[in-house]
């Protein structure tokens, strides 16, 4: 079975703390995806990778950042968190061409 | 621009019914998901299909291309069918998925 990992499935941080959410796969796919997920507006695309060292905006990337040193390990960092940050984040991975396998999540709270 | 809507966005049935949920999307997708969302937040992804029908167990799931319209049914509902159900369309150019709001199904026992 795929498995896609997060570090935290709860997080609650202050404003202006630097926070780093981390996910691992263990299939050796290709890419790697980080949502936010908000009531209303569904699923969103923050930044996705494609390979190691390589990444890509998506639809919202402002306030975001990432990293992706090693293939199974995609990061999401928020340089100086704020309150509207508060949200559902959630990984994913896949091999090209193939439906996307979700990690369980993290719920960040900015206060 | 590249769109994905689903319907209803809210549905509550009686244990037993067969439900429906319906989708449609804009040009330049090329494959839909169907992905169910529990309550706690994780994500499991059910179908992807980009012709015909696809089924496990009392799930199915149905495409029309012409149309770009897709349904997912689940027979027999069960009060655990309960979740989040979300549409989501796989584009062309790259494996970027553009994702519905989700229709939130409640079956009452």
């Known amino acids: ?111 | 621009k590249n769109e994905v809507e689903q319907s209803p966005q809210n549905l509550t049935a009686q244990e037993g019914e067969f439900i429906t949920i319906n989708c449609s999307y804009s040009v330049g997708i090329s494959a839909l998901h169907w992905l169910q969302q529990h309550p706690g937040g994780g994500i499991v992804s059910l179908f992807m299909l980009s012709s015909g029908k696809k089924k496990h167990g009392r799930l199915i799931a149905t495409i029309n291309i012409q149309e770009k319209h897709s349904s997912l049914h689940i027979t027999a509902s069960h009060p655990r069918d309960s979740a989040v159900y979300i549409c989501a369309g796989g584009m062309n150019r790259d494996d970027k998925i553009i994702f519905g709001k989700g229709t939130r199904l409640h079956i009452l026992p």
């Not at chain 1, 926070?19 to 699923?43: A, I, K, S, T």
């Not at chain 1, 990444?55 to 402002?62: T, V």
């Open chain 1, 1 to 111: 079975d795929v498995k896609v990992t997060q570090s935290s499935r709860y997080l609650v941080k202050r404003t202006g703390e630097k926070v780093f959410l981390e996910c691992v796969q263990d299939m050796d796919h290709e890419n790697m995806f980080w949502y936010r997920q908000d009531p209303g507006l569904g699923l969103r695309l923050i930044y996705f990778s494609y390979d190691v060292k390589m990444k890509e905006k998506g639809d919202i990337p402002e306030g975001y950042s990432v990293s992706r040193e090693k293939k199974e390990r995609f990061s999401l960092i928020l340089e100086s968190a704020s309150t509207n940050q508060t949200s559902m984040y959630l990984c994913a991975s896949s091999p090209p061409g193939v439906t996307q396998y979700f990690g369980p999540g993290t719920r960040l709270l900015v206060l």
